[in-house]
């Protein structure tokens, strides 16, 4: 409900979905008439999300590529543009991601909010899973530096106006 209320009151005109998954969320900003990407990096999800997409007969492109190795400037004399700059978006969906990222593969929660700040020129929607949710916790992860509202919101607030947290 938050994230359909927030894309239905911004009405951005591009969004951006993180490891999309099976592209529901994609197909949500795409149904309030967002121009929709969304990348993945296991190719069965951008597959459902092009399925999702085509059975609602939504618009949505897709991209097969992993969060923290963003595609580099390509092709002849490198005039390819990076994926920062192809996928720039009003509003950047990364749900469902950050605890996967930075509990998981030990990226640094700074680095995953970087990236994040990258693509979104207005803002990012962004799941936070605390460390004590009883599915993360079974993992035995060690809490990284910053992992925490506090830390995440210090560390956008370099770059986004506003921030709200909203507990589900």
């Not at 999309?20 to 990407?37: D, I, R, S, T």
């Not at 749900?95 to 593969?105: A, D, S, Y």
Request: charged content about 25%.
């Amino acid at each position: 409900k938050f994230v359909y209320s927030t894309l239905e009151e911004c009405k951005p005109k591009k969004v951006l979905d993180l490891a999309a998954n099976k592209g529901y969320f994609a197909a949500m900003a795409a149904h309030l008439g967002a121009q929709v990407m969304a990348f993945d990096y296991e190719e069965h999800c951008i597959d459902n999300c092009l399925s999702l997409a085509k059975k609602d007969g939504f618009n949505i492109t897709t991209a097969v590529m992993n969060f923290y190795l963003p595609t580099p400037k390509f092709g002849m004399g490198l005039m390819g543009d990076d994926s920062f700059t192809r996928f720039e978006s009003n509003i950047v969906l990364a749900l469902g991601l950050i605890h996967h990222i930075c509990l998981v593969q030990n990226v640094p929660v700074r680095i995953f909010c970087d990236i994040c700040k990258k693509y979104a020129q207005d803002g990012i929607i962004m799941e936070f899973i605390d460390p004590t949710d009883r599915h993360v916790a079974g993992w035995k992860k060690e809490t990284p530096e910053n992992y925490s509202i506090e830390g995440i919101t210090e560390l956008m607030k370099e770059r986004i106006n506003y921030l709200s947290a909203h507990p589900l």
